[in-house]
T-cell receptor, first 112, second 113 residues
Framework: EAQVTQNPRYLITVTGKKLTVTCSQN?????MSWYRQDPGLGLRQIYY???????DKGDVPEGYKVSRKEKRNFPLILESPSPNQTSLYFC???????????FGSGTRLTVV | GENVEQHPSTLSVQEGDSAVIKCTYS??????FPWYKQELGKGPQLIID?????GEKKDQRIAVTLNKTAKHFSLHITETQPEDSAVYFC????????????FGTGTRLLVSP
């Protein structure tokens, strides 16, 4: 089944403790992206990647890092999480030419 | 950068009625406009999209219209059903890959039986 898999689904952590949210896709898509969803703000793009080793900032990149060492994986790294990063995070992928993003099921992160 | 405004934020209709959600965008270079449906506890799912060389696109009960001059596009759902209840997001993008997608703030649609 074609899908985007995120882990974990739920995560509660403390301020300053480094964490990684993993994302993997099995569709051989070139493009991958991370979004955060907050009430009243919709989905805001954090980072995106156009291919292996090619990444760029979205609209809200502060406090986040990404890497794209393999085509299928695009982890999101929070090196020193803060409470304002409490949010619902989505990973997505799409093929070249933009057939539309396929989204994962989301990771609900709480930073206390 | 691109800014996408979406209205209304909530919309309640009776089953069988039509629903219309409207979005405006700011960047005249945007050329790809998808619509996503998000059900509770799930990720957004693409339901229809339109590119700037087309004025209207239909898929069964769903249609999208685009007015490039006015920089707005709309989602039309006819003969609404309770399973259409969800949050709908519009988005806009430009360039050849459409990877930098900017979303609206969402519309919560409630269809009452």
């Amino acid at each position: 089944e074609a899908q985007v898999t995120q882990n974990p689904r739920y995560l509660i952590t403390v301020t300053g403790k480094k964490l990684t949210v993993t994302c993997s896709q099995n569709m051989n898509h070139e493009y991958m992206s991370w979004y955060r969803q907050d009430p009243g703000l919709g989905l805001r793009q954090i980072y995106y990647s156009m291919n292996v080793e090619v990444t760029d900032k979205g609209d809200v990149p502060e406090g986040y890092k990404v890497s794209r060492k393999e085509k299928r994986n695009f982890p999101l790294i929070l090196e020193s999480p803060s409470p304002n990063q409490t949010s619902l995070y989505f990973c997505a992928s799409s093929s070249r030419g933009g057939a539309g993003y396929t989204f994962g099921s989301g990771t609900r992160l709480t930073v206390v | 950068g691109e800014n996408v405004e979406q209205h209304p934020s909530t919309l309640s209709v009776q089953e069988g009625d039509s629903a219309v959600i409207k979005c405006t965008y700011s960047d005249s270079a945007s050329n790809y406009f998808p619509w996503y449906k998000q059900e509770l506890g799930k990720g957004p799912q693409l339901i229809i999209d339109i590119r700037s060389n087309v004025g209207e696109k239909k898929d069964q009960r769903i249609a999208v219209t685009l007015n490039k001059t006015a920089k707005h596009f709309s989602l039309h759902i006819t003969e609404t059903q309770p399973e259409d209840s969800a949050v709908y997001f519009c988005a806009a993008s430009k360039g050849s890959g459409f990877q930098k997608l900017v979303f609206g703030t969402g519309t919560r649609l409630l269809v009452s039986p």
